[in-house]
Antibody, heavy 121, light 112 residues
Framework: QVTLRESGPALVKPTQTLTLTCTFS??????????VSWIRQPPGKALEWLAL???????FYSTSLKTRLTISKDTSRNQVVLTMTYMDPMDTATYYC?????????????WGQGTLVTVSS | QSVLTQPPSVSGAPGQRVTISCTGS?????????VHWYQQLPGTAPKLLIY???NRPSGVPDRFSGSKSGTSASLAITGLQAEDEADYYC????????????FGGGTKLTVL
């Protein structure tokens, strides 16, 4: 069965770089059409899509955050990594990874449980 | 400010029918991109509820249904139950924002 799990620091200081890892099972990112995205949700607020990486290593980023984000994958380890630079208290959120297909109309069919990241000095 | 607009809250009594709207524009829903709906129970991750406008994943009760017309979409829930109390999000794709998947601002459903 498909599972995804996010891991990373629970607390980061302002201006630091955040690195999150999504470890998944039940599918392969070398399969044609397969993608993994990162999505975040500040406390009490809406979901926000951040970045997507596909099986061909193509990468797509939120227009508003693209200068701060880098997404990468390690297919052999079934992992996707997101880095976000210059963290700010406004970046405090639960960060989710989720699977989708590459087509624009594909949904996020499986999600991780999320990891809460707090940005504070 | 979310690209897709949802009402912040809706409510209904057990057994009633409620609908949640999702309004977009000509670069997302109106451009014929599919709309998906997610249910987020308190303290949990979102779960896919409706995909490609009106399709239910296995295990989702047929009390949940979706529709799309023009630049808007709707989620309908019939026979409301206490366990339906959750946040609901619509999601689509926006061609004006490279590669961007976009979400609505979410709707809190309260079962009275």
């Amino acid at each position: 069965q498909v599972t995804l799990r996010e891991s990373g620091p629970a607390l980061v200081k302002p201006t630091q770089t955040l690195t999150l890892t999504c470890t998944f099972s039940g599918f392969s990112l070398s399969t044609s059409g397969m993608c993994v995205s990162w999505i975040r949700q500040p406390p009490g607020k809406a979901l926000e899509w951040l970045a997507l990486i596909d099986w061909e290593d193509d990468k797509f980023y939120s227009t508003s955050l693209k200068t701060r984000l880098t997404i990468s994958k390690d297919t052999s380890r079934n992992q996707v990594v997101l880095t976000m630079t210059y963290m700010d208290p406004m970046d405090t959120a639960t960060y989710y990874c989720a699977r989708s297909g590459i087509a624009a109309s594909n949904s996020f069919d499986y999600w991780g449980q999320g990891t809460l990241v707090t940005v504070s000095s | 400010q979310s690209v897709l607009t949802q009402p912040p809250s809706v409510s209904g009594a057990p057994g009633q029918r409620v609908t949640i709207s999702c309004t977009g524009s000509s670069s997302n829903i109106g451009a014929n991109y599919d709309v998906h709906w997610y249910q987020q129970l308190p303290g949990t991750a979102p779960k896919l509820l409706i995909y490609a406008n009106n399709n239910r994943p296995s295990g989702v009760p047929d009390r949940f249904s979706g529709s799309k017309s023009g630049t808007s979409a709707s989620l309908a829930i019939t026979g409301l139950q206490a366990e339906d109390e959750a946040d609901y999000y619509c999601q689509s794709y926006d061609s004006s924002l490279s590669g961007s998947r976009v979400f609505g601002g979410g709707t809190k459903l309260t079962v009275l």
